[in-house]
Structures are given as structure tokens and as C-alpha cells.
């Protein structure tokens, strides 16, 4: 007979029992209504089946799962619907991104239920690495309209690589500053698309600041505030290769993933195939066997030539006879092109009211900018045998590609910069606190008393001269040679790098 005392004991046990059984009924839901401890669906439950352990379906529950499909479905919802309003040349690209953002969120489902395995993970981001690989493919080749457009989207996919962050020592920034460093790059091109598309289409605009907003500070800040420090793995979860997570896309499935860009040139033609002989072997083994067995003949092999005589010799023929001249056809002469290059029409006009654009002048001396203010810049580009004055005080002057070219210009605030040019000249009347000379052989600055304190700084350049004015104004100018060599001496364990100094007598 069972004692009082362990009989109730038992009762409690079985009363704690039922309590607990019916709090997981009311959390789950997926105990019947008729269970009890007694009930012989306890041996059911004692030892979950093997299917279900292996198929673990994640909870879509987890608060940055769903502020992650938020920020998709409201920010990237923008790019989305500009893209459809534009059409397939725009909606293809984006579809592109659309499935790198399914991935990722794949990836991040991987975090909670998973233990961190490097192979594993390199797995799990083959489709992301397969799409920044398709992306940057597109942008190869013949440049077509969209090419700012697709150079935006195959540079701002390496952004989601943050997911594979898993340590200082792994190459990459922390998440949310890689976020905003691949974005900047890709912002390069996202710029061009606004500035070309401002006055064209407001689609497209709309398309490109939508896209800055998903990034940053969309992205950027949704991953400082849930992995600033990188992604939370599991370290008793399961292997990465075992997990089946059931990632329910936020859109639907992508008909077209890639633009359809008729502009892009054709792939190479197929080699041709190598001549088959009636065997069915390559006829350049055969071809190659009776050159041999020819040659092999020994002396005979010389029979079929004729003997070239003295009189046949071209030096020794009187009548000129099969010597090519310029003037018979036989040889065109080639037009030796100039050194210049004209890449386009000439151009001298104010560029969105903040860039004074100087290109492809020849020969013209008179060439004025009067009306120009310190917020306005000069880019002067492609202009040989010519002269350019700059009335007025700008922010910025650039001489690129210039051949013998003069530029005369009163005041700058930031810098003048001279860069791939050959025998320029440049005056400044004002002040310029910088002077920069950039792979330039042969430029002569020509600096006013007020602008004596420039800083002058070359590079990769030759025959750079500086004319300053001697005590008055009226005096001529000296002329001062900057040093083209340099002697590095190493001493106190660093380099001491001093002008070569050329004495006469």
C-alpha cells in the first residue's frame, strides 16, 4: 500500500503537469484539447519525428525580420514603383537588386538558428555573388544610355555583403560603415543619372533619390541599430547546410532579371571549325604530316624553284619596274593625324549656372568669361592655339589636355589645376592660393606681386617655369626653373629627398 504522503505528492506532480500542458496549449496551439498526462499521446510527443528537426521553419516574429521587410516594402517600394513607371530599361536593372534584398534576407534568417560554419556561408552568399557578377557584366563593353544607371546598381550590390561580416580581421569595414562606403562609390554614378534626367524625365529622378534613401540612411542605419557589431550567430544552432528556412519573399518572383539592352554589341562569332577530313579526323593533322613528308625529300624539295638572276634583282632593273613609289598607287601614303585629338564641338558656355565649360577651341585668341562669380568653376578642356581670359573671381579653374593654350585670369578661391597638357601658359592678375601641375611637359605661371604666397606643387611634369615680378612693377620678370630631378638619401632610418642643383663654371 502506497503511503498518504507520497500519494499526494503524486497528485501535486500531475496537478503541476496539467498546468504546464495547458499554458503551452494556450502558446502554441498545437497540443490537442483532449490531452493529459495519462493520455497515450504522450509517447507521440515524448520524441519529435525526424522530419520536423530537420525542417525547421523559422518565426517570422523576430522584430528585425520585420522592420527589415518594412524598410524593403516602404523605401525600396519607392525605387519599385519609379522603375515601373519608367519601363523595362529601368525595371530590369532594379529587378536585379530586388533579388540580391531576397537574399540577403535569407541569409539573415540563417543568424538566430544557425552556428557560424565559413563554408557554410559561403554557400549561403553564392546567389548574392552570382548577381554582383551578372551586374557588373552589363556595364562591360559598348557604353549604351543606361550606362549610368546599370554602373549605379553593379555598384551599390557589394553593399549587402555586410551580412558576411565576422570580424576586424575579415577585410571588411563594420556593417553600417561598408553600407555607406559602397554607396558613396556607387553614388558617383547616381549623381549622373539625376543631373542627366533633371530636365528630361522626372521618373528617373525620382528612381535615383529613392535609391539614395533606401542606402543611406535606410539601410545603413536599420544595420548600425540591429548589427552594429556584425551578425549574431548561434553557437549551438544548427549546421548551415541543415537549415531550410522558409523565406516567404516580400515580392513576387522576377520575370526578367537583367535588362534586355539591345545596344550592348553582339558576343564574338564561334570559331570556325578546323577542316574534317574523310576519316573524321582534323584535316590539320593531315595537312600538317604531308608538309613534313615534302620536306623530307632532301634535295629535291628545291626542284620547283626558279633561279632569280642578277637582271630580276629590283636594285639592277633600269626601267624601275616593280619599285613602289608614292606617286604610282602602289603604296598610299598615311596621313599622319596631329597630335590633337578633336573629341567634339567646340563649347563655351555656362553648364546648370555653376560651370563655365571651355572644350575643343582652335585658334581662337579671344576668348572671354566676364560674367562669373565665386561660386562658378572653369573647366577648360581639349583647346590648342588659344587664349582664354577669366573676368571676374571664380572658385575653381581646370586646364586638361590643353596643346599651347593661354589663360589669364584674375582671382581664384580654391585652386588652379593643370593636368595633361603640353606648352601652356597661365597669367593669374589676383591672388590663387594653390597651383597644381599634373603630367604636363612644358607650362610657364606667370604670378602677379599679389600672388607670390601661392603653393605651387607638381607631379610627373617637365619644363615648368615661374615668372615673378622683380621690384617694381615695371622691372621685367624673373624666371626661376622649378627642379625636375630629385636625390633621396636615406638617413636616420627615412629618406631625405633634396632638388639636384646644377652649377656653371
Given at each position: 500500500?502506497?503511503?498518504?504522503?507520497?500519494?499526494?505528492?503524486?497528485?501535486?506532480?500531475?496537478?503541476?503537469?496539467?498546468?504546464?500542458?495547458?499554458?503551452?496549449?494556450?502558446?502554441?496551439?498545437?497540443?490537442?484539447?483532449?490531452?493529459?498526462?495519462?493520455?497515450?499521446?504522450?509517447?507521440?510527443?515524448?520524441?519529435?519525428?525526424?522530419?520536423?528537426?530537420?525542417?525547421?521553419?523559422?518565426?517570422f516574429d523576430d522584430s528585425k525580420i520585420l522592420?527589415?521587410?518594412?524598410?524593403?516594402?516602404?523605401?525600396?517600394?519607392?525605387?519599385?514603383?519609379?522603375?515601373?513607371?519608367?519601363?523595362?530599361?529601368?525595371?530590369?536593372?532594379?529587378?536585379?537588386?530586388?533579388?540580391?534584398?531576397?537574399?540577403?534576407?535569407?541569409?539573415?534568417?540563417?543568424?538566430?538558428?544557425?552556428?557560424?560554419?565559413?563554408?557554410?556561408?559561403?554557400?549561403?552568399?553564392?546567389?548574392?555573388?552570382?548577381?554582383?557578377?551578372?551586374?557588373?557584366?552589363?556595364?562591360?563593353?559598348?557604353?549604351?544610355?543606361?550606362?549610368?544607371?546599370?554602373?549605379?546598381?553593379?555598384?551599390?550590390?557589394?553593399?549587402?555583403?555586410?551580412?558576411?561580416?565576422?570580424?576586424?580581421?575579415?577585410?571588411?569595414?563594420?556593417?553600417?560603415?561598408?553600407?555607406?562606403?559602397?554607396?558613396?562609390?556607387?553614388?558617383?554614378?547616381?549623381?549622373?543619372?539625376?543631373?542627366?534626367?533633371?530636365?528630361?524625365?522626372s521618373n528617373y529622378v525620382e528612381w535615383a533619390?529613392?535609391?539614395?534613401?533606401?542606402?543611406?540612411?535606410?539601410?545603413?542605419?536599420?544595420?548600425?541599430?540591429?548589427?552594429?557589431?556584425?551578425?549574431?550567430?548561434?553557437?549551438?544552432?544548427?549546421?548551415?547546410?541543415?537549415?531550410?528556412?522558409?523565406?516567404?519573399?516580400?515580392?513576387?518572383?522576377?520575370?526578367?532579371?537583367?535588362?534586355?539592352?539591345?545596344?550592348?554589341?553582339?558576343?564574338?562569332?564561334?570559331?570556325?571549325?578546323?577542316?574534317?577530313?574523310?576519316?573524321?579526323?582534323?584535316?590539320?593533322?593531315?595537312?600538317?604530316?604531308?608538309?613534313?613528308?615534302?620536306?623530307?625529300?632532301?634535295?629535291?624539295?628545291?626542284?620547283?624553284?626558279?633561279?632569280?638572276?642578277?637582271?630580276?634583282?629590283?636594285?639592277?632593273?633600269?626601267?624601275?619596274?616593280?619599285?613602289?613609289?608614292?606617286?604610282?598607287?602602289?603604296?598610299?601614303?598615311?596621313?599622319?593625324?596631329?597630335?590633337?585629338?578633336?573629341?567634339?564641338?567646340?563649347?563655351?558656355?555656362?553648364?546648370?549656372?555653376?560651370?563655365?565649360?571651355?572644350?575643343?577651341?582652335?585658334?581662337?585668341?579671344?576668348?572671354?568669361?566676364?560674367?562669373?562669380?565665386?561660386?562658378?568653376?572653369?573647366?577648360?578642356?581639349?583647346?590648342?592655339?588659344?587664349?582664354?581670359?577669366?573676368?571676374?573671381?571664380?572658385?575653381?579653374?581646370?586646364?586638361?589636355?590643353?596643346?599651347?593654350?593661354?589663360?589669364?585670369?584674375?582671382?581664384?578661391?580654391?585652386?588652379?589645376?593643370?593636368?595633361?597638357?603640353?606648352?601652356?601658359?597661365?597669367?593669374?592678375?589676383?591672388?590663387?592660393?594653390?597651383?597644381?601641375?599634373?603630367?604636363?611637359?612644358?607650362?610657364?605661371?606667370?604670378?602677379?606681386?599679389?600672388?607670390?604666397?601661392?603653393?605651387?606643387?607638381?607631379?610627373?611634369?617637365?619644363?615648368?617655369?615661374?615668372?615673378?615680378?622683380?621690384?617694381?612693377?615695371?622691372?621685367?620678370?624673373?624666371?626661376?626653373?622649378?627642379?625636375?630631378?630629385?636625390?633621396?638619401?636615406?638617413?636616420?632610418?627615412?629618406?631625405?629627398?633634396?632638388?639636384?642643383?646644377?652649377?656653371?663654371?
Open positions: 500500500m502506497i503511503p498518504v504522503t507520497k500519494m499526494e505528492s503524486v497528485t501535486a506532480l500531475l496537478g503541476r503537469l496539467e498546468t504546464a500542458v495547458s499554458t503551452l496549449e494556450n502558446k502554441l496551439g498545437s497540443v490537442p484539447s483532449n490531452f493529459s498526462p495519462s493520455s497515450s499521446s504522450s509517447a507521440q510527443l515524448s520524441r519529435p519525428s525526424s522530419s520536423v528537426s530537420q525542417n525547421i521553419s523559422p518565426s522592420e527589415y521587410d518594412a524598410l524593403v516594402q516602404t523605401s525600396f517600394g519607392r525605387v519599385l514603383a519609379a522603375a515601373e513607371k519608367i519601363g523595362d530599361r529601368v525595371l530590369a536593372p532594379t529587378n536585379l537588386l530586388r533579388e540580391a534584398l531576397a537574399v540577403e534576407k535569407s541569409v539573415m534568417l540563417h543568424f538566430s538558428k544557425c552556428k557560424p560554419n565559413i563554408e557554410g556561408l559561403n554557400k549561403l552568399i553564392q546567389p548574392l555573388s552570382e548577381l554582383i557578377t551578372k551586374a557588373s557584366a552589363f556595364t562591360e563593353g559598348r557604353r549604351s544610355d543606361t550606362y549610368n544607371l546599370l554602373k549605379t546598381i553593379a555598384e551599390c550590390l557589394p553593399a549587402l555583403l555586410w551580412v558576411v561580416y565576422t570580424g576586424k580581421d575579415c577585410g571588411l569595414s563594420l556593417p553600417a560603415v561598408h553600407v555607406e562606403e559602397i554607396w558613396q562609390s556607387a553614388e558617383f554614378f547616381n549623381n549622373k543619372v539625376l543631373v542627366e534626367y533633371k530636365t528630361k524625365d533619390k529613392a535609391l539614395k534613401e533606401f542606402f543611406v540612411p535606410g539601410l545603413r542605419d536599420y544595420v548600425r541599430k540591429n548589427y552594429s557589431v556584425g551578425p549574431t550567430w548561434n553557437p549551438t544552432g544548427v549546421d548551415v547546410t541543415e537549415f531550410k528556412a522558409n523565406n516567404s519573399s516580400f515580392f513576387p518572383a522576377s520575370p526578367n532579371a537583367l535588362p534586355q539592352d539591345t545596344s550592348l554589341p553582339p558576343p564574338p562569332p564561334p570559331p570556325r571549325s578546323l577542316p574534317v577530313s574523310a576519316d573524321g579526323r582534323g584535316g590539320l593533322k593531315a595537312s600538317t604530316s604531308a608538309v613534313f613528308q615534302k620536306i623530307n625529300k632532301g634535295e629535291s624539295v628545291t626542284a620547283g624553284l626558279r633561279k632569280v638572276t642578277a637582271d630580276m634583282k629590283t636594285k639592277n632593273r633600269l626601267d624601275g619596274q616593280g619599285v613602289a613609289t608614292v606617286g604610282s598607287g602602289s603604296i598610299k601614303p598615311r596621313s599622319r593625324g596631329s597630335a590633337f585629338s578633336k573629341e567634339g564641338p567646340p563649347k563655351l558656355e555656362l553648364q546648370m549656372g555653376r560651370r563655365w565649360a571651355v572644350e575643343n577651341q582652335i585658334g581662337k585668341k579671344n576668348l572671354t568669361i566676364d560674367e562669373c562669380n565665386s561660386k562658378q568653376s572653369v573647366y577648360i578642356f581639349g583647346c590648342k592655339d588659344s587664349v582664354v581670359q577669366v573676368q571676374g573671381k571664380v572658385n575653381n579653374i581646370s586646364i586638361d589636355k590643353c596643346t599651347k593654350t593661354g589663360v589669364v585670369f584674375m582671382d581664384v578661391v580654391a585652386a588652379c589645376e593643370i593636368v595633361n597638357c603640353n606648352g601652356v601658359e597661365v597669367q593669374c592678375q589676383g591672388t590663387v592660393p594653390t597651383i597644381s601641375v599634373d603630367n604636363t611637359a612644358g607650362c610657364h605661371l606667370y604670378l602677379s606681386r599679389s600672388s607670390m604666397g601661392a603653393s605651387i606643387t607638381t607631379a610627373k611634369s617637365s619644363e615648368v617655369n615661374v615668372l615673378v615680378p622683380d621690384g617694381t612693377d615695371n622691372s621685367d620678370m624673373l624666371e626661376h626653373a622649378l627642379p625636375e630631378q630629385f636625390i633621396h638619401t636615406y638617413k636616420d632610418g627615412q629618406f631625405i629627398t633634396c632638388p639636384v642643383l646644377h652649377s656653371v663654371g
